[in-house]
């Protein structure tokens, strides 16, 4: 079993950057296929990016392309989702996720362990 934690979320102005961070512990990230989801009230969770055990790929919704980026440190257990230019649409709660499974899949049900969520607030 594997714990995550995100943090990193606020408040913060259109056009403005946060960083959120995806710390895990209980077992080694380096095993587990790393993603992010965000929901907003409302609506169903949906998909931001995901990236790969080692690292070297990586998979944005189009909503994500050219604003954020998804990184890992394997090192220190942790993902990164690092989110410029952000749009009052961004508001959400973010989450990330562990799948067992190799794959970079963008439906939550194929993900196998979620945190607590960290919320994101741009304001216009």
């Known amino acids: 079993q594997v714990q995550l934690v995100e943090s990193g979320g606020g408040l913060v102005q259109a056009g403005g950057s946060l960083r959120l961070s995806c710390a895990a512990s209980?077992?080694?990230?380096?095993?587990?296929?790393m993603g992010w989801f965000r929901q907003a009230p409302g609506k169903e969770r949906e998909f931001v990016a995901a990236?790969?055990?080692?690292?070297?790929?990586?998979y944005l919704a189009g909503s994500a392309k050219g604003r954020f980026t998804v990184s890992r440190d394997n090192a220190k257990n942790t993902v990164y989702l690092q989110m410029n230019n952000l749009k009052p649409e961004d508001s959400a709660v973010y989450y990330c996720a562990a799948r067992i499974l190799t794959g970079l899949e963008d439906s939550p049900l194929m993900w196998d362990y979620w945190g607590q969520g960290t919320q994101v607030i741009v304001s216009s």
């Open positions: 990236i790969s055990a080692s690292g070297d790929s990586a």
């Open positions: 209980g077992r080694t990230l380096s095993n587990y296929d």
